[in-house]
């Protein structure tokens, strides 16, 4: 067929050049050139399914082992009754009574060894009343009571392992008050401290190990004043 002919029936003879439908050639190249893959199914987002609260005794395990690592129950996936965790030895480490979730009643901690570490109670949530740490010789370590509201609250308590004194004083709404001591772990040194509501406050002194007189400064709500 001559070019007349071909052009006629729509084909293009080699070096003769037809118009080319550029769109058309787009389209068979790529699906989408905007979009590459846009023809893809998309995946359907995942149902909201609302699972329901834990319920039931709770087990955790050392992994690899059968070794129970904790032990508690839930009751409509909030924490209840004693909450037991224990060491990879098999010594009991921790034991927390709980409430609805919150922490409710005693609960008490020991060393590795076996010696308890820290005893007191718990009320809503918060630690109320009388706590005491201990060292792992069993010798008492420090002490703090708390209010009803979890705030240090009344007389605190600090001994060395040895069992001499490390500190006395009080607390006041979590913030110290009246009359502090304390004395040095290494030397004899001690000095005594006033304190209004956590603001340092009236005489304070340091004594050397005969009781001499170190220093003497005064200060008025944690400022200095004279001395």
């Given amino acids: 067929r001559d070019g007349a002919a071909a052009r006629a029936a729509g084909d293009a003879p080699a070096g003769d050049h037809a118009p080319v439908d550029k769109a058309s050639v787009a389209s068979k190249a790529s699906p989408d050139p905007v979009s590459p893959g846009a023809d893809k199914a998309l995946p359907l987002p995942l149902p909201d399914i609302a699972c329901p609260p834990r319920d039931g005794e709770h087990v955790e395990r050392f992994p690899g082992t059968d070794k129970v690592r904790c032990r508690g129950a839930y009751v409509n996936g909030l924490k209840q009754g ?80 040895s069992g001499d004194k490390r500190a006395r004083g009080q607390f006041v709404e979590d913030k110290f008050h009246g009359h502090w001591s304390w004395w040095h772990e290494k030397d004899p040194f001690h000095i005594e401290r006033g304190y209004h509501h956590g603001l340092q406050h009236g005489k304070e002194e340091g004594f050397f190990a005969d009781g001499a007189p170190a220093y003497r400064r005064a200060w008025r709500y944690g400022q200095k004043d004279g001395l």
């Fill in 82 to 161: 004693s909450w037991k965790t224990w060491d990879e030895g098999g010594q009991l480490r921790e034991d927390c009574s709980w409430d609805k979730g919150l922490k409710e009643g005693p609960e008490l901690a020991w060393f590795a060894s076996g010696q308890r570490c820290c005893v007191g109670q718990n009320h809503s949530g918060k630690r109320v009343g009388s706590w005491q740490w201990f060292y792992e010789s069993g010798s008492p370590d420090h002490s703090y009571v708390y209010d009803d509201q979890g705030r240090k609250h009344g007389p605190h308590i600090w001994d060395l392992p």
